[in-house]
């Protein structure tokens, strides 16, 4: 079978102000069709970076060197303008952490639909169905609205439709709760995999928050410093984590600690764990 996705020593740097910062050092992932698999580390650790290399979405002052770099059978790195944008259109999904900032303000909500849903069936009624099957209310009124006069909530429920509309094989979810409120993070993470599940849709989902990606992930990888520390099932790296860094990550989890002792915390450079091997379960 072919993985939906296959990086080998993938590296990414970025140009500013002289010098090169590496965002990702020799990553190599691997996510066969179907996968959930919670990409898991702190700010800085290469996880958006992976995300965004995944659609060759990066910024123009990245540089990008793989070994081998495949989106659903293609060479990521090899396709032209063309093929690049057929294979977002086709294949891939994205879920940012801001749904406000991805939506046009400047554009009414329905608009905005009908344009991601260009070459689908985009009269009011489809419209209405798919703002419905991201548990809106008052879809008809939603369809006139602008973005800023929407909740946090509900935008990410319309970025939700618009990214899920075409059924992609695989979604890009970075952070797609941290931004919400506390009461409907849940919610709103339940619509996201029920929707790639009813869809067959293989989910990166790139978090800080280890009990999210517990409760929804089959599969944990861990990055550090741009490379991979750690991969396998979730019950087995949560809950027995082998790598130092990731001993050090479930522990200062607020959840795991015990009331009145002091959360523990890891200290950690770049070198230190690239120094490390890599942890990986059958």
Known sequence: MTAILDLQDATVEYSTRGTRVRALDRATLRVEPGETVGIVGESGSGKSTLGLLCGRLLPANATVTATRALVDGSALLDLGDDGIRRLRRDCLGFIPQDPVAALDPTMRIGRQLALALRGLPTD????????????????????????????????????????????PRLLVADEPTAALDSNVRADVATLIFGLAAEAGTTVLWLSHDL????????????????????????????????????????????????????????????????????????
């Open 124 to 167: 009011t009624a489809a419209l209405v169905a798919r703002l419905e099957s991201v548990r809106i209310r008052e879809p008809e009124r939603v369809l006139r609205l602008f973005p800023h006069q929407i909740s946090g909530g509900m935008a990410q429920r319309v970025v939700i439709a618009m990214t899920m509309a075409r059924s």
């Open 211 to 282: 009990r999210s990606v517990g409760r929804w992930c089959d599969r944990v990888v861990v990055m550090y410093g741009g490379t991979v520390v750690e991969d396998g099932p979730a019950a087995q790296v949560l809950e027995h984590p082998q790598h130092p860094y990731t001993v050090s990550l479930a522990a200062a989890d607020p959840a795991r600690a015990t009331p009145g002792e002091r959360i523990r915390t890891g200290s950690f450079g770049v070198a230190d764990v690239a120094a490390l091997s890599r942890t990986e379960r059958p």
